[in-house]
């Protein structure tokens, strides 16, 4: 099965750089995405890592290692809209059905 | 991104009655859609995964003949909640599936959310 790791929840504070972390264990590998979701709204699209590396999307970076089952959501100069819920999630093995962690809930305060 | 829309934004219905709820891929063709519910403060639950064409395909402990979902063409999959009980209460939210070659900024295998649906049962 699928077992997603990511801490409950982080401050930081705005102006400065948070890396939220999420480690997994999956048989398959089909890729791994970060996604957004603001409290009473649906998750949004962050970024997508199917092989190892980092990939920068302006202020948001994420990172992955799959030989560690491991990644990391970089988030850049904060603001504090970016206070929400993070989510990462991977494929469960051989499929694309989605299984998410339980979501990192960042505060940004001033 | 792509967008995904979802009809009711939120609803409000008494106990015993059904609500259907409309999932819309309006960028692409999405032959795989899916049905989350998410309770305050708790993490995305996979009800099922609905694809086009054929049966959805339940997760553990989610009742097909409560939640039934119909998959009729690409663009649309619609979830209707039977004999709907205070306890359905919750935030029920699609997505969709990006095919291979859905062009543009649309990244493949990508989901992508439709904005939710808050149901209220009284």
């Known amino acids: 099965g699928q077992n997603i790791d990511q801490p409950t929840e982080m401050t930081a504070t705005e102006g400065a750089i948070v890396q939220i972390n999420c480690t997994y264990q999956t048989s398959g590998f089909n890729g791994l995405f970060w996604y957004q979701q603001h409290a009473g709204e649906a998750p949004t699209f962050l970024s997508y890592?199917?092989?190892?590396g980092l990939e920068e999307k302006g202020r948001f970076s994420s990172f992955l290692s799959r030989s560690k089952g491991y990644s990391y959501l970089l988030l850049k100069e904060l603001q504090m809209k970016d206070s929400a819920s993070y989510l990462c999630a991977v494929h469960r093995g051989g499929s694309y059905i989605p299984t998410f962690g339980r979501g990192t809930s960042l505060i940004v305060h001033p | 991104g792509a967008v995904v829309s979802q009809h009711p934004s939120w609803v409000i219905c008494k106990s015993g009655t059904s609500v259907k709820i409309e999932c819309r891929s309006l960028?692409?063709?999405?032959?795989?859609m899916f049905w989350y519910r998410q309770f305050p403060k708790q993490s995305l639950m996979l009800m099922a995964t609905s694809n086009e064409g054929s049966k959805a395909t339940y997760e553990q402990g989610v009742e097909k003949d409560k939640f039934l979902i119909n998959h009729a063409s690409l663009t649309l999959s619609t979830l209707t909640v039977t004999s709907a009980h205070p306890e359905d209460s919750s935030f029920y939210i699609c997505?969709?599936?990006?095919?291979?070659?859905?062009?543009?900024?649309?990244?493949?295998?990508?989901?992508?959310f439709g904005p939710g649906t808050r149901l209220t049962v009284l």
């Open positions: 960028d692409f063709q999405a032959t795989t």
């Open positions: 890592n199917v092989l190892d």
């Open positions: 997505s969709a599936r990006a095919p291979p070659g859905a062009g543009g900024p649309i990244i493949t295998d990508t989901q992508y």
